[in-house]
């Protein structure tokens, strides 16, 4: 066996394997920044304001806060979690309301489903 021959095949394979990468690598970040530019720029999402007038924070707080409805059934440990989850990811900075909570409707009847999985059920 040829070791000069098998370590030359090992290392030259080696080579185009990462200089494809680099090409593969170089090719998405030229199509990423095309598609940032046909699609408007860079447009960096400002940071919010920390210091706010008081002119501005008086009509807020003395408009009148709306009951939150609440479909029947669902416990209010579900609603203040899901009122968590939504505070959580909009941040504290952000004026929103929730306004009602309700369960999602089914995706497909029951029957259907039913039937999905009788077909599909393994042998």
């Known amino acids: 066996m040829?070791?000069?021959?098998?370590l030359s095949v090992i290392l030259s394979g080696i080579v185009i394997v990462f200089l494809a990468l680099v090409i593969l690598i170089a090719a998405v970040l030229i199509v990423g920044k095309?598609?940032?530019?046909?699609?408007?720029?860079?447009?960096?999402?400002?940071?919010?304001?920390?210091e706010k007038k008081a002119e501005e924070?008086?009509?807020?707080?003395?408009?009148?806060?709306?009951?939150?409805?609440?479909?029947r059934g669902i416990p209010g440990e579900v609603v203040a979690a899901i009122s968590a989850a939504v505070?959580?990811?909009?941040?504290s900075s952000s004026n929103f309301t929730i306004r009602s909570v309700k369960r999602a409707r089914e995706a497909r009847p029951v029957w259907?489903?039913?039937?999905?999985?009788?077909?599909?059920?393994p042998f």
Do not use: F, H, R, Y
């Open 2 to 6: 040829d070791w000069n021959l098998a």
């Open 112 to 121: 259907s489903l039913a039937g999905m999985m009788k077909n599909t059920k």
């Open 87 to 91: 505070a959580s990811i909009m941040g």
């Open 57 to 71: 924070a008086k009509p807020a707080a003395s408009a009148p806060q709306a009951a939150m409805k609440v479909e």
């Open 34 to 50: 095309i598609m940032t530019s046909i699609q408007g720029g860079d447009k960096k999402p400002k940071a919010p304001k920390t």
